[in-house]
T-cell receptor, first 112, second 114 residues
Framework: SQQGEEDPQALSIQEGENATMNCSYK?????LQWYRQNSGRGLVHLIL?????REKHSGRLRVTLDTSKKSSSLLITASRAADTASYFC????????????FGQGTELSVKP | GAVVSQHPSRVICKSGTSVKIECRSL??????MFWYRQFPKQSLMLMAT?????????EQGVEKDKFLINHASLTLSTLTVTSAHPEDSSFYICSARPTLGGAFFGQGTRLTVV
């Protein structure tokens, strides 16, 4: 069953700008992960944040997690045209190891 | 890193026929594998959880007799779409869970039923 909601559903920005995507979920989680998917292709794992972490960085990516609000955000700084893709959050459900529930996704378009 | 190979990457089949998709963990053993389906412009929906040596657990609304899952070894799970129809056309993707945790995705299979 789908439990994650993401907003915005679509985001269009200029190269160099920052992109922020938000994700909300409903149940207790072990972790929350962000994935990228280029059109018609497989998933690329971006970053994982555990339920006891609040913020994590990886290169131009910054992820926050607020378990009290059951929400997460993904920030991509200094975006590039190559960042154009769909981005999904996925929650690792507590006590159901490996099972991921995906959000609806945000379609990001970065214009050169 | 852990590698999951999914085969075939693309398949076109005639309505009424069956199609088998394989998901292999190449460098680790996976007691659990997951199968997802993604329709165009939509997110991934979990179809079923496959446990080695036992019956798969299907999510609500997924027909177990139509989507047959076999997880006969620690490195291979197969999904067979039986009596495929055009509405089964979708992107199918598996993930495999190593003993120590995590989830690694295959490259996906694009199924087109004509």
């Amino acid at each position: 069953s789908q439990q994650g909601e993401e907003d915005p559903q679509a985001l269009s920005i200029q190269e160099g700008e920052n992109a922020t995507m938000n994700c909300s979920y409903k149940t207790s989680i072990n972790n929350l992960q962000w994935y990228r998917q280029n059109s018609g292709r497989g998933l690329v794992h971006l970053i994982l944040i555990r339920s006891n972490e609040r913020e994590k960085h990886s290169g131009r990516l910054r992820v926050t997690l607020d378990t009290s609000k059951k929400s997460s955000s993904l920030l991509i700084t200094a975006s590039r045209a190559a960042d154009t893709a769909s981005y999904f959050c996925a929650t690792g459900i507590y006590n159901q190891g490996g099972k991921l529930i995906f959000g609806q996704g945000t379609e990001l378009s970065v214009k050169p | 890193g852990a590698v999951v190979s999914q085969h075939p990457s693309r398949v076109i089949c005639k309505s009424g026929t069956s199609v088998k998709i394989e998901c292999r963990s190449l460098d680790f053993q996976a007691t659990t594998m997951f199968w997802y389906r993604q329709f165009p412009k939509q997110s991934l929906m979990l179809m079923a959880t496959s446990n080695e040596g036992s019956k798969a657990t299907y999510e609500q609304g997924v027909e177990k007799d139509k989507f047959l899952i076999n997880h006969a070894s620690l490195t291979l799970s197969t999904l067979t779409v039986t009596s495929a129809h055009p509405e089964d056309s979708s992107f199918y993707i598996c993930s495999a869970r190593p003993t120590l945790g995590g989830a690694f995705f295959g490259q996906g299979t694009r199924l087109t039923v004509v």
